[in-house]
């Protein structure tokens, strides 16, 4: 069977994390190598996998057949056209490009040449949420909050981009209806973009979600909570956490008609999870879990969501 010829272009932060991840995919992955316009971080991120470095995004563009895109937001639409237009297989760190204009124009290219585009929102792979995505049918109303403590990387974004974005996916894969109004406020504290933010979105279908975003809080915190017909779910994402409240007959004067479940899932390994999915819809010819118009459907929304914000601060 043959290996895919993938590379991976950024190596930062999350750029390192996904290299490491292809790495230990050898019995799928040919790793040709690794690119990086920082070329003392790329040089240690090579010598800790052993891989060899790319002079060039030219040079990756000719030689592999599947990239993993973790540069800078700004560079995403630059970068993937470049791959996309040669052929290549994309999967990019969300959120997907700058713009949802950009995003259109890449799905389209994708979509022409029969290419794989798939969106890091890796969220979609946590243990967690899978376990009990075949109970979610019809929520009525989603709250979540998702809280970190500061950190200067990232900081190219605000917070929609950098943190609420993940949610706003989530939210999208699970309300099977077009969002139909957003109410949003956020406030730039440290930085100069919202490092705050909190979203009211309205669905066709009558539902509801309330999303809060925090890159300046104390504590880490990544909770979801999905109310629908007779069931109550709450998912800690962060430890694996899962309750359910189910309403299994009709009320009366003494009993409670409740069942309740609550276990925990081993946080599992998402982001392995999610580049091993991309490799095997490369080699299959398959549909990726998130597509590239799964992505520009949570960037869209997230534009929504800071226009109204920036619109209160104004």
């Given at each position: ?200 979105i309205e669905f066709e279908n009558g539902a509801v979600a309330n999303v809060t975003a925090s890159r300046v ?70 549909a990726p879990l998130v597509s590239g118009r799964d992505g520009m459907k949570a960037l869209k929304l997230a ?12």
């Amino acid at each position: 069977m043959s290996l895919v010829k993938a590379a991976v272009v950024g190596v930062g932060h999350l750029g390192r994390y996904h290299s490491q991840k292809l790495a230990a995919l050898k019995d799928k992955v040919e790793f040709l190598g690794l690119f990086d316009l920082d070329r003392k971080r790329l040089q240690e991120v090579a010598a800790e996998l052993k891989v060899p470095v790319f002079s060039s995004l030219e040079e990756v563009v000719q030689k592999a057949e599947a990239v993993i895109v973790a540069s800078s937001t700004p560079s995403h639409y630059e970068v993937c056209k470049a791959l996309l237009t040669a052929g290549r297989h994309v999967l990019v760190e969300k959120p997907v490009t700058q713009t949802s204009r950009e995003a259109e124009e890449l799905c389209r290219l994708a979509e022409e040449k029969k290419l794989v585009f798939q969106v890091g929102h890796v969220e979609r792979f946590n243990p967690a949420l899978r376990s009990v995505r075949k109970k979610l049918k019809d929520p009525l109303f989603i709250e979540c909050h998702r809280l970190a403590p500061f950190k200067v990387r990232s900081t190219e974004v605000d917070v929609v981009l950098d943190l609420m974005i993940h949610d706003l996916d989530v939210i999208l894969s699970l309300i099977q209806s077009p969002p139909k109004s957003v109410s949003a406020v956020g406030t730039p504290v440290l930085t100069k973009k919202i490092d705050i933010a909190n979203a009211r979105i309205e669905f066709e279908n009558g539902a509801v979600a309330n999303v809060t975003a925090s890159r300046v809080s104390q504590n880490t915190q990544r909770k979801f909570r999905v109310f629908q017909q007779n069931q109550y779910l709450s998912i800690d994402f962060q430890s694996g956490e899962v309750n359910l409240l189910t309403k299994t007959g009709e009320w009366n004067e003494q009993e409670l008609p409740i069942e309740a479940e609550a276990f925990s899932l081993e946080k599992g390994d998402a982001l392995m999870d999610e580049v091993g999915s991309f490799i095997d819809a490369v080699k299959e010819g398959g549909a990726p879990l998130v597509s590239g118009r799964d992505g520009m459907k949570a960037l869209k929304l997230a534009e929504e969501i800071l226009e109204d914000a920036e619109r209160r601060l104004s």
